[in-house]
């Protein structure tokens, strides 16, 4: 910290970081949002949403009823939730009976990036 500054120029330094604080959480929140619009639209079957595989971030162990594994959305917020990867992809057959979306509030799931997870992924070899 530097001693040379006045109460003034720190006051005005911790305004500046909580107003910078705020507007990250004002992006987050606008990224997050976009992020559950593009998942409600795929999983109403809107293939056009379907996200690419580095905009997921996949589930270490955890596997949805079809055998793809459940991902959720890098841009997800505390709110969102795993799903089967292959739905959140778009090429998931419909007439198959898929794991129910797990809210992040209910169910711990490890994810791919957890140290603990020690390199485990249920992301598809092709795309690691």
């Avoid at 911790?14 to 976009?34: D, F, N, T, W, Y």
């Avoid at 596997?63 to 505390?78: E, H």
């Avoid at 129910?100 to 990036?113: H, I, L, R, T």
């Amino acid at each position: 910290m530097n001693n040379d500054q006045t109460d003034e120029e720190l006051r005005a330094t911790i305004e500046a970081g909580k107003l910078a604080e705020q507007e990250l959480g004002r992006r987050l929140a606008v990224k997050s949002e976009h992020a559950e619009q593009r998942i409600k639209r795929v999983l109403s079957g809107d293939n056009t949403a379907a996200f690419d595989a580095s905009e997921l971030r996949f589930a270490a162990f955890e596997r949805c009823n079809c055998g793809a594994g459940m991902a959720y959305a890098v841009d997800a917020g505390i709110h969102g939730a795993w799903h089967c990867s292959a739905i959140l992809r778009g090429n998931a057959s419909r007439e198959v009976k898929h794991t129910p979306s797990m809210p992040f509030a209910f169910y711990e799931v490890k994810s791919e990036g957890q140290p603990s997870a020690n390199g485990a992924t249920t992301r598809e070899a092709v795309e690691q």
